[in-house]
């Protein structure tokens, strides 16, 4: 009698034991065992930590074997400083992840100069403090000088010479969006140094010009250099513009003098790409702002990786990878994210002001798949088959593209 009960007991704890066990082959720890791991008593960095409460402790739900990592703060990019401003860059160096798209972060004084140069990749940007003046010719030419301010872009085609300077009265702070991952703001062919590079006569017989009247030629790169700030927008046009006439090409964006392309409750975002600002053939944007508690949606990006930048607030991001893997990370302002191509995510505001992000794509186009769009088209019953939910649940999600979510 004895190992009858003896049998049945061991077969009622092995029934309760099995779904512990399943959930521990997942990842999944007893919330008894996770209070008990929940401790640090070694050295840290308490600030860091702070920053990134996801890594400290992440969510259940995160995987144990890890996606690539897809952050990297400006912070911890090393500064070039010049009389005339700085410049730092994060690229695949820094964030081996994102092999697309590489971002150089620059400031500029009054009358700081970016030095005439040109690219072998092509050049995004916005402006992200302050106004600037630049300066370009297209293809046949012709003069390109416009001024712009604070969340207007810029896009310059590989190979097309451009300058950029700063205007009164505190210069311009921007970010530089390059559409090669291995880019590197050291690569660019500048005037300097090209000039440094050549022979006295081959420059005298080029210009028409003495040698005597080119001996004082930079010897080495300005790259930034300090100069007076620029006169009148509308002298320097007509005196660059010459015989050929200004170009019929605007390598310029007045981003907030377009309404948003999608508003909702949680917020807005603003799509810029080669559907509104023609010359950018090559990236595109979705300047995206989430409200307290609101979520920029679970979707996915079919036809290109994204490079992110956080202009402020506080936000987090999942990202499900291939392989049965998540990773859960936390960003704030001056952070740069990655997402391969195709990955879900989502990005939640996880602080008490608007989060405000950029997501930047190696396309000439914006593409975006919604989670709850695909699943509210899709046969209802195959859809609860899969998620074991009822039908008055599935018919609870949203069925067209919310984009940003308000808190619920």
Do not use: C
């Not at 009960?5 to 029934?15: A, E, S």
């Not at 992200?128 to 012709?142: E, P, Q």
């Not at 948003?260 to 559907?275: A, M, Q």
């Amino acid at each position: 009698m004895n190992s009858i009960n003896d049998g049945v007991t061991r077969r009622k704890m092995m029934l309760h034991m099995a779904p512990a066990a399943a959930l521990a082959a997942a990842g999944f720890v007893p919330a008894m065992a996770a209070d008990r791991s929940r401790s640090d008593p070694g050295p840290k960095n308490p600030d860091l930590d702070a920053q990134n409460p996801d890594s400290t402790w992440p969510p259940a739900t995160d995987s144990k074997s890890l996606v690539q990592n897809f952050k990297y703060p400006f912070s911890f990019a090393n500064k070039r400083t010049y009389e005339g401003g700085w410049s730092r860059e994060v690229t695949v160096r820094e964030l081996p992840v994102s092999k697309s798209l590489a971002g150089v972060n620059m400031r500029l004084t009054a009358g700081g100069v970016r030095e005439l140069h040109w690219h072998t990749a092509a050049e995004w940007a916005i402006i992200l403090y302050g106004s600037a003046r630049i300066t370009a010719i297209d293809r046949d030419g012709k003069s390109f000088v416009a001024d712009v301010k604070q969340n207007d872009l810029w896009y310059f085609p590989s190979g097309i010479p451009h300058s950029i300077q700063g205007l009164d009265p505190d210069g311009t702070e921007f970010m530089l969006v390059f559409d090669e991952g291995d880019f590197s703001e050291s690569d660019t062919l500048l005037l300097s140094d090209a000039m440094s590079h050549l022979p006295p006569e081959v420059l005298s017989k080029n210009f028409g010009v003495s040698e005597d009247a080119l001996k004082n030629l930079p010897r080495q790169e300005l790259f930034i250099f300090q100069a007076p700030v620029p006169g009148p927008l509308e002298a320097d046009q007509k005196a660059a513009a010459g015989a050929l006439g200004p170009s019929p090409r605007d390598f310029a964006f007045r981003t907030m003098e377009m309404p948003p392309t999608k508003l909702t409750k949680g917020g807005e975002v603003r799509i810029v790409d080669s559907s509104t600002f023609k010359v950018s053939t090559t990236v595109a944007m979705a300047m995206v702002t989430v409200h307290p508690g609101g979520l920029r949606e679970l979707h996915w990006h079919p036809n290109a990786d994204e490079w992110q930048y956080y202009l402020a607030g506080k936000g987090r991001m999942t990202v499900v990878s291939t392989g049965n893997k998540g990773r859960t990370m936390d960003f704030q302002a001056g952070d740069v994210g990655y997402v391969e191509k195709s990955l879900l995510h989502y990005i939640e505001n996880t602080g008490d002001t608007d989060l405000v992000f950029l997501e930047m794509f190696k396309s000439s186009y914006f593409q975006d798949l919604s989670l709850s769009e695909w699943l509210t088209h899709t046969p209802p019953e195959l859809v609860m088959a899969h998620l074991n939910v009822d039908k008055a649940t599935l018919d609870a999600i949203p069925k067209t593209k919310a984009v940003v979510l308000p808190l619920s």
